[in-house]
């Protein structure tokens, strides 16, 4: 007589049921989402298609790994703080079609210069579109995987100014200093930002000098750097900052129109008032 088979303890009984459960009870403990109804789409279309293993594998990591791809994309953009939502698809290129060179702007878009921990100083007179362009660039690059903050200059150096008050100054610097590129926009210290940050300028220089052959810093400015001595009104610290910032640094001039002047609706001229009818007349007098 025959010994009576048994189930071999580590064989499951029925492989296409519990090897699905089991493989989604894996992805589930390294955190991975994927449904029972995308595993089985996964296998149907390897099945019709006779995918070889690498084809599988392939096609079952790709959904979970584009959509963490995503996710990290947008938490890159959400920390970097931008001011809008402005694209360099968006941007209107006809317009100062003859100041602004798209080529070059794609060219910074590709993220080479932050790689190569570049700096980048964007010079231009107010309304041009330098924000929109730096902010542009800024997206694509936290697209590529680079870590990026915005900030405005008044309010980079009012937290730097805050910090001197509380001790955390080492802190706030630390902050600045871990995007791989930083942007600071509206640069241009005003007698009142310097009255209430005496300090300001030196901080300001502390981060860019920490920053200097490690990552890349943008600068957006409307002054020019040979009216930088005037405006800032300290001599050598002006030096030692436009050293720091020239160092591999590309500049950009932007001498165009601006756009805001060419969107600036004019209010039509008075014209004479329309006479109110008699009976308008009475019953305003009710």
């Known amino acids: 007589m025959k010994p009576r088979p048994t ?14 459960a089991q493989i989604l009870e894996h992805l589930a403990a390294l955190k991975v989402s994927f449904s029972r109804e995308q595993l089985d789409h996964v296998l149907h279309q390897a ?7 690498l084809e599988l594998l392939e096609a079952f990591l790709s959904p979970p790994a584009q959509s963490r791809r995503e996710r990290s994309v947008e938490h890159r953009i959400r920390t970097a703080r931008f001011p809008g939502t402005h694209t360099l698809e968006q941007f209107d290129w006809a317009f100062n079609a003859a100041a602004i060179d798209r080529l070059q702007i794609e060219e910074l878009a590709t993220g080479d210069f932050i790689r ?13 579109g330098k924000t929109h362009l730096m902010e542009g660039i800024g ?13 405005l200059s008044e309010e980079m150096l009012a ?4 910090s001197l008050a509380d001790g955390t100054t080492l802190q706030c610097v630390r902050d600045y200093l871990r995007p791989e590129l930083l942007i600071i926009d509206g640069f241009g ?5 310097r009255e209430q940050s005496p300090q300001a300028l030196n901080l300001l220089y502390k981060v860019i000098d920490r920053r200097n052959t490690k990552y890349s810093t943008a600068l957006i400015t409307n002054v020019e750097f040979d009216e930088w001595n005037q405006y800032l009104s300290d001599g050598p610290m002006v030096m030692a900052l436009l050293d720091r910032l020239f160092d591999r640094a590309i500049i950009l ?30 019953k305003a007098k009710r």
């Open 7 to 20: 189930n071999h303890p580590h064989r499951p009984t029925n492989p296409s049921e519990t090897l699905p």
């Open 159 to 162: 937290e730097l100014g805050a």
């Open 116 to 128: 190569r921990k570049d700096n980048l100083l964007m010079v231009g007179n107010s309304g041009v």
């Open 253 to 282: 001039r932007i001498d165009g129109k601006s756009y805001r002047a060419h969107r600036a609706r004019r209010l039509p001229p008075p014209g004479p008032k329309t006479p109110r009818s008699s009976s308008s007349a009475a």
């Open 189 to 193: 210290f005003d007698r009142i930002e």
């Open 139 to 151: 997206r694509r690059a936290c697209v590529l995987g680079y870590r990026v903050r915005y900030s």
């Open 47 to 53: 099945e019709q298609n006779s995918w070889s293993y």
